[in-house]
């Protein structure tokens, strides 16, 4: 062996010696990693579509995306990440299944529809999307593992589809009283299309959980009509 060959293996050395790889994990370029890391997250997607979110495997998906398990590691730190980037992306289609409502009508009357087309618009992507809306609000991440801000910044963004129409109803409160009323009425639908979707309570067909939240939001939003500083009030 001469120098020069001897040389470019000692550089080749000192590039590679202090990074550390998962088990079965190799350097991949830019562009692949990118790839893999697109390809990961729609087999994630179309695993939770066909099996739900308890399918989800880390050797599966390597498997189908045609990669070494290590690979996973390449781009994403770990399961968690991978599953939250897929729960992300559910985000964004609930978002827009929402934003494709539009805007409120300038009035508590009109408000008061918006939100009941709101809460129609959430229970139809519940049942047409079960398993993703599953993973949203019932996989649960590892014990050491926590959702990063991005994610609740992003579930903020929904919120605020809620808080609009409520300035209509509640010109007079503050911003703040706004957001929290919004959050606990997202919650209380929320809460009957659970009950609902997953027969909690007996026997409860998709209409009869609309009918449920509407008179649930129709409460809600004439209460909070006749008593407009009833949220700032609240402790």
Known sequence: MNKTNVTSKQTTLKKTSGKKLP?????????????LRDDLIRITLRTIDEKGYQALRARALTDEADCALGGLYTVFPDMDALIITAKLQ?????????????????????????????ADAYLTFATTRLRRWQTLFQ?????????????????????????????????????????????????????????????????????????????????????????PDIADAAP
Not at 23 to 35: C, E, L, V, Y
Not at 175 to 182: D, L, Q
Not at 212 to 219: A, E, K, P, T, W
């Open 23 to 35: 088990p079965h994990a190799a350097p991949i370029g830019q562009d692949k990693r990118g790839n």
């Open 90 to 118: 559910i985000l964004d289609q609930l978002d827009a299944v929402m934003a494709a409502l539009g805007p409120s009508k300038p009035d508590a009357g009109g408000a008061t529809a918006h939100l009941l087309a709101l």
């Open 139 to 227: 996989h649960r991440l590892s014990e050491d593992a926590q959702l990063p801000e991005a994610y609740f910044l992003r579930l903020s963004e929904i919120f605020k589809h809620v808080e609009k129409p409520l300035s209509f109803i509640l010109p007079l409160s503050s911003e703040a009283a706004r957001a929290a009323t919004g959050r606990a009425l997202f919650a209380a639908v929320h809460g009957i299309v659970v009950l609902g979707l997953e027969q909690r309570l007996g026997q409860t067909p998709v209409d009869a959980i609309r009918t449920q939240f509407h008179i649930l939001v129709r409460g809600v939003a004439a209460g909070l009509t006749h008593q």
